[in-house]
């Protein structure tokens, strides 16, 4: 299996507290992924890396940040949560730089937001 | 606006039936790729085309890519309760894997 850890993996939280969920991987691949999963709408990319401190918006980056400070570790900072952005959370890494390449996922945070 | 259309959203089937579901778009793509995710996990790769007319065999899987590389199907040849899961598209964009999109998934479930 593809080192990747999420944590936490489970997270419940009240609407208006910030909440950061943390993605880390062993692997040493250049880009890291943040997708929200809902029903009816499969696997939705918020934001990625394509390096340290280097990242870029994806479909729905509205209420969310990231922070890559190290190789390893890609952060998703939810700054005021709300009730919209109760969902399945996953992270993903891959070495990118073909059309073949391959991403890995973590197995998710389930996050719930009253 | 979804870059992939994937369908039947949801497919209900017998064990030892054909299935096929298709993945589209109005784009020309690079290469696709065909993930799998069941319950509680994260998806996980099982091909990725490139050519176009190109077609892929993972036992009892048979992956093609549209001659125009703006679509691609996914059939199943007497699927079993082990196929269950959550089949989804992804596109990479741009000249190397950045942004990986993906389409909304069918949902297959294989009864005994």
């Known amino acids: 299996d593809a080192g990747i850890t999420q944590s936490p993996r489970h997270k419940v939280t009240e609407t208006g507290t910030p909440v950061t969920l943390r993605c880390h991987q062993t692997e040493n691949h250049r880009y890291m992924y943040w997708y929200r999963q809902d029903p009816g709408h499969g696997l939705r990319l918020i934001h990625y890396s394509y390096g340290v401190k280097d990242t870029d918006k994806g479909e729905v980056s509205d209420g969310y940040s990231v922070s890559r400070s190290k190789t390893e570790d890609f952060l998703l900072t939810l700054e005021s949560a709300t009730s919209s952005q109760t969902s399945v959370y996953f992270c993903a890494i891959s070495s990118g730089g073909a059309r073949d390449t391959e991403a890995f996922f973590g197995q998710g945070t389930r996050l719930t937001v009253v | 606006t979804q870059l992939l259309e994937q369908s039947p959203q949801f497919l209900s089937i017998q064990e030892g039936e054909n299935l096929t579901v298709y993945c589209n778009s109005s784009s020309v793509f690079s290469s696709l790729q065909w993930y799998r995710q069941e319950p509680g996990e994260g998806p996980v790769l099982l091909v990725t085309v490139v050519t176009g007319g190109e077609v892929k065999k993972l036992k009892r899987l048979t992956f093609q890519f549209g001659d125009a590389r703006k679509d691609s199907s996914l059939h199943i040849t007497a699927a079993q309760p082990g196929d269950t899961g959550l089949y989804l598209c992804?596109?990479?964009?741009?000249?190397?894997?950045?942004?990986?999109?993906f389409g909304r998934g069918t949902q297959l479930t294989v009864w005994p």
């Open positions: 992804a596109l990479g964009l741009g000249s190397t894997l950045g942004r990986l999109y």
